[in-house]
């Protein structure tokens, strides 16, 4: 039928507002059941697998961070041995501590980039996914007070169309 969750709060939504108002209030409409039963339950199928995608976000978030502290620790490692190997040579000794903490700073400087980088992805990732999902929860909830709120409507909706 439909493809994602807010398309199909979309297609609720131009249901419930595209509904036959009933003469006794503005606020009441008429609806059929089973079509907005159906929606709610794709939409109920589906929201497992939006909370799925915001779970691989966040496990690519910790893979990339991990990567990152890799690389940046295989960064300082290479510039100690580096820095080490010039210190054993007596002509540059001043030149190889030099450079050792040039190599030392710049990884850092890169790991505080890749993992700065990394939290603002995952960070913009989880905030649109959340919206999405909060969104979505906030028009299964106004529907349920509108179904809830027409069925207890006195009059049934078979004797208000006629």
Not at 56 to 80: V, Y
Not at 93 to 116: D, F, H, P, Y
Request: charged residues 30%.
């Amino acid at each position: 039928m439909a493809n994602g969750v807010n398309e199909l709060i979309d297609m609720l939504y131009n249901m419930v507002s595209d509904a036959w108002g009933l003469p006794i209030g503005a606020e009441r409409c008429v609806i059929e059941r089973d079509k907005v039963l159906d929606l709610l339950d794709e939409i109920k199928a589906q929201l497992p697998s939006e909370l799925a995608e915001a779970k691989r976000l966040i496990n690519a978030r910790a893979d990339f961070i991990s990567n990152a502290r890799k690389e940046a620790e295989t960064i300082k490692e290479e510039a100690a041995q580096h820095a080490k190997q010039l210190v054993e040579e007596q002509n540059i000794v001043k030149q190889a501590k030099a450079r050792g903490n040039e190599i030392i700073a710049q990884a850092e400087t890169r790991s505080s980039e890749l993992r700065k980088a990394a939290n603002e992805y995952a960070d913009d990732a989880l905030r649109r996914t959340e919206g999405a999902i909060s969104e979505a929860l906030n028009e299964v909830h106004q529907s349920r007070l509108k179904f809830r709120s027409a069925a207890a409507s006195p009059e049934a909706p078979e004797e208000s169309a006629q």
